[in-house]
């Protein structure tokens, strides 16, 4: 952990001149620069977001990016400390600090074949097993004896330590073999993280277990094939949930399978439907198995973007709409969800508006300052959240 935070404090001090050894690139691949290809096939790199799932070509794909010995290295951070004030009478208050840090690494093998390794890691982990109050949010369990309700998991300390292999078949079609230990299986959306409209709200999603939960799982393999605009995948994974040891790897069983088609019609857009089957996900009722289904949209034009998504697990339903905009150092975003006969409280839904201020501290690191505020509705009533948060972001 350590080596990724210095190459990150490296890299992010780099300026106009270059360090010994290494040929800095542009800091965004939607500037001037042409665009280098995706890590899966013939398309532009912007499409890729966690995993191996796409997001629109037109977002912006920022990061650090160095070449070092025939590799081509990027890395990104984001950290967030936010004090967290939910209500109602499962509410609570506690400070708390989030994010990630990803390094990748990325080398072109010839006659076709691309090589890439990624790296993604969370202080979540230090967060405790009881994570940070959020009203509405359920599933796993944090401490490996009680259900989490209106309290959100944290995520392990190791997120993604994955590796693909792709080979291009023509201009325009290519395959490729991913796998994860953790890693990404084929399912769902984008993980909340990554998705351009929601990569900057500080709050898990309450959708989060119908959508894309598996974004850490202990043991994911897929098998994909990109046709032009595309791409078409299967995945053989582990369906446990992580337990609540956040710092060690759990077993991998490889017992679960998803399928996934995805299509980008112009840069704008990212369509997608998956579907899973799940053994034994949840560590407390382990005889319980889950066939998942999500659909999505995604949409970025410029400064604005957006994602709806639906997923559907065990006859109950969860539907979100977030999106941000983005204008100068002002970033406003809003996410809305309903939860449909989901387990613990029925129908339900969340409306969380927020804002954030950024000050530009280098061309690869900005702070900001920002908050947002939980509208929560239920059958048996309603309650307000809040959360007040500071970040810093290499980029």
């Given at each position: 952990?350590?080596?990724?935070?210095?190459?990150?404090?490296?890299?992010?001090?780099?300026?106009?001149?270059?360090?010994?050894?290494?040929?800095?690139?542009g800091?965004?691949?939607?500037?001037?620069?042409?665009?280098?290809?995706?890590?899966?096939?013939?398309?532009?790199?912007?499409?890729?977001?966690?995993?191996?799932?796409?997001?629109?070509?037109?977002?912006p794909?920022?990061?650090?990016?160095?070449?070092?010995?025939?590799?081509?290295l990027?890395a990104?951070?984001?950290?967030?400390?936010?004090?967290?004030?939910?209500?109602?009478?499962?509410?609570?208050?506690?400070?708390f600090?989030?994010?990630?840090?990803?390094?990748?690494?990325?080398?072109?093998?010839?006659q076709?074949?691309?090589?890439?390794?990624?790296l993604?890691l969370?202080?979540?982990?230090?967060?405790?097993?009881?994570?940070?109050?959020l009203?509405?949010?359920?599933?796993e369990?944090?401490?490996?004896?009680t259900?989490?309700?209106?309290?959100?998991?944290?995520?392990?300390?190791?997120?993604?330590?994955a590796a693909?292999?792709?080979?291009?078949?023509?201009?325009?079609?290519?395959?490729?073999?991913?796998?994860?230990?953790?890693?990404?299986?084929?399912?769902g959306?984008?993980?909340f993280?990554?998705?351009?409209?929601g990569?900057d709200?500080?709050?898990?999603?309450?959708?989060?277990?119908?959508?894309?939960s598996?974004?850490?799982?202990?043991?994911?393999?897929?098998?994909g094939?990109?046709?032009?605009?595309w791409?078409?995948?299967?995945?053989?994974?582990?369906?446990r949930?992580?337990?609540q040891?956040?710092?060690?790897?759990?077993?991998?069983?490889f017992d679960?399978?998803?399928?996934?088609?995805?299509?980008?019609?112009?840069?704008?857009?990212?369509?997608?439907?998956?579907?899973?089957?799940?053994?034994?996900?949840?560590?407390?009722?382990?005889?319980?198995?889950?066939?998942?289904?999500?659909?999505?949209?995604?949409?970025?034009?410029?400064?604005?973007?957006?994602?709806?998504?639906?997923?559907?697990?065990?006859?109950?339903?969860?539907?979100?709409?977030?999106?941000?905009?983005?204008?100068?150092?002002?970033?406003?975003f809003?996410?809305?969800?309903?939860?449909?006969?989901s387990?613990?409280?029925?129908?339900?839904?969340?409306i969380?508006?927020?804002?954030?201020?950024?000050?530009?501290?280098?061309?690869?690191?900005?702070?900001g300052l920002?908050?947002?505020?939980?509208?929560?509705?239920?059958?048996?009533?309603?309650?307000?959240?809040?959360?007040?948060f500071?970040?810093?972001v290499?980029?």
């Amino acid at each position: 952990m350590r080596v990724l935070w210095i190459l990150l404090a490296l890299t992010a001090t780099a300026q106009a001149q270059d360090m010994p050894g290494m040929d800095m690139k542009g800091m965004d691949m939607s500037g001037a620069a042409a665009p280098m290809a995706g890590v899966l096939g013939p398309y532009p790199m912007s499409r890729e977001a966690s995993g191996t799932s796409w997001q629109p070509g037109a977002a912006p794909h920022q990061g650090l990016h160095a070449e070092m010995d025939g590799w081509d290295l990027m890395a990104h951070a984001a950290l967030d400390a936010v004090f967290d004030s939910q209500g109602g009478k499962s509410g609570d208050t506690q400070w708390f600090v989030e994010g990630m840090a990803m390094l990748a690494a990325r080398r072109d093998l010839g006659q076709g074949d691309v090589l890439n390794l990624r790296l993604m890691l969370s202080p979540d982990a230090f967060m405790g097993r009881r994570g940070y109050p959020l009203l509405l949010a359920s599933g796993e369990t944090a401490d490996g004896a009680t259900p989490l309700v209106d309290r959100q998991h944290p995520h392990d300390l190791v997120m993604e330590m994955a590796a693909s292999l792709s080979h291009a078949l023509s201009n325009s079609d290519s395959v490729f073999l991913y796998a994860g230990y953790p890693g990404e299986p084929a399912l769902g959306p984008p993980a909340f993280l990554h998705r351009a409209s929601g990569m900057d709200i500080p709050e898990a999603p309450i959708g989060h277990h119908w959508l894309d939960s598996t974004h850490i799982t202990f043991g994911a393999t897929t098998l994909g094939y990109v046709h032009g605009d595309w791409k078409l995948e299967v995945s053989r994974f582990t369906g446990r949930e992580p337990d609540q040891h956040r710092f060690d790897f759990d077993a991998a069983r490889f017992d679960s399978t998803s399928a996934r088609v995805t299509w980008n019609p112009d840069a704008h857009w990212s369509l997608q439907a998956s579907w899973g089957y799940l053994v034994s996900p949840e560590q407390l009722t382990p005889a319980q198995n889950e066939t998942r289904y999500t659909a999505s949209a995604e949409y970025v034009d410029g400064p604005f973007s957006a994602t709806f998504a639906w997923g559907h697990k065990l006859r109950s339903d969860a539907v979100l709409l977030e999106g941000e905009y983005r204008l100068d150092a002002w970033t406003v975003f809003l996410r809305a969800e309903h939860l449909e006969g989901s387990e613990f409280f029925g129908n339900a839904e969340k409306i969380a508006p927020g804002l954030i201020y950024d000050w530009r501290l280098s061309d690869q690191l900005h702070f900001g300052l920002g908050g947002l505020y939980d509208f929560d509705f239920t059958q048996g009533g309603a309650a307000h959240g809040a959360m007040l948060f500071a970040r810093l972001v290499a980029d």
